[in-house]
């Protein structure tokens, strides 16, 4: 498989609508009113003015409306569907919620989840990459990333609340014949979680009392801002 490139498409996005007067949106000034906290404070922790909520939509169906916009750019013939997401469905373990996208698509292909935390997406896109790299009737690789976190989020945690909101991206991957731009390499490492005596299940969790809490980080926005410096120069080009 000489003469190859791993393509990247631009994502298909489905954000919650604004809604009839803002109803879908979760300002800075909205968290003012229920925690300790102000815009100035959740700026210069996150540089977040608002979020949104997805009220109608559970995440298979924000995911649907995502994979649909992707189809609207681009053909879509996957040869495996990978789902990432923040979170298990107690409801619905099984099947996959790979396979609901399948269905949606009537593509009868391999499908799976992966469950990474907040860094789902990055672990899919790699998966795929190093599918496309080594299997070679494998030539196209659907990756959705989907979060609706809103629904288990304490809010009365002002180091929580200030970061969630809902949303899905769906990517195309494809392994394309010739040069040009795609995934130039991937590097991927990782910290476990080991918590300590006041957060025995790790740092961020949800054995509390009011739902998903994070353990405060006072250099959280130098971590953020590191972590993108050095990213840039292995971007992923689309």
């Given amino acids: 498989m000489d003469n190859y490139y791993i393509r990247l498409s631009a994502p298909g996005v489905y954000i919650p609508p604004r809604g009839e007067n803002d109803r879908n949106v979760i300002t800075n000034a909205d968290l003012e009113k229920i925690i300790d906290t102000s815009d100035e404070w959740i700026i210069n922790r996150t540089g977040?003015?608002?979020?949104?909520?997805?009220?109608?939509?559970?995440?298979?169906?924000?995911?649907?409306?995502?994979?649909?916009?992707?189809?609207?750019?681009?053909?879509?013939?996957p040869d495996e569907i990978i789902?990432?997401?923040?979170?298990?469905?107690?409801?619905?373990?099984?099947?996959?919620?790979?396979?609901?996208?399948?269905?949606?698509?009537?593509?009868?292909?391999?499908?799976?989840?992966?469950?990474?935390?907040?860094?789902?997406?990055?672990?899919?896109?790699?998966?795929?990459?190093?599918?496309?790299?080594?299997?070679?009737?494998?030539?196209?690789?659907?990756?959705?990333?989907?979060e609706h976190l809103t629904d288990m989020t304490d809010y009365s945690d002002r180091n929580t609340c200030i970061l969630?909101?809902?949303?899905?991206?769906?990517?195309?991957?494809?392994?394309?014949?010739?040069?040009?731009e795609g995934i130039i390499k991937c590097f991927i490492g990782g910290e476990p979680d080991l918590g300590n005596e006041d957060w025995k299940n790790g740092f961020l969790t949800t054995e509390r009392k009011h739902g998903l809490k994070l353990k405060p980080n006072p250099s959280l926005p130098i971590v953020v801002l590191d972590s993108i410096t050095e990213l840039e120069p292995i971007s992923v080009l689309p």
């Fill in 48 to 77: 977040m003015k608002e979020r949104r909520i997805s009220f109608d939509k559970n995440i298979l169906q924000m995911a649907d409306e995502a994979v649909l916009d992707l189809y609207a750019q681009e053909d879509l013939n």
């Fill in 164 to 180: 969630f909101g809902d949303a899905v991206v769906a990517h195309k991957l494809e392994r394309v014949k010739g040069k040009g």
């Fill in 83 to 146: 789902f990432a997401t923040n979170r298990h469905f107690k409801e619905r373990e099984f099947p996959n919620s790979g396979s609901y996208i399948a269905g949606k698509l009537n593509a009868k292909v391999a499908t799976h989840d992966t469950l990474a935390g907040c860094t789902g997406l990055i672990f899919a896109l790699r998966e795929s990459y190093n599918i496309l790299k080594v299997e070679e009737d494998k030539r196209e690789i659907l990756v959705v990333g989907a």
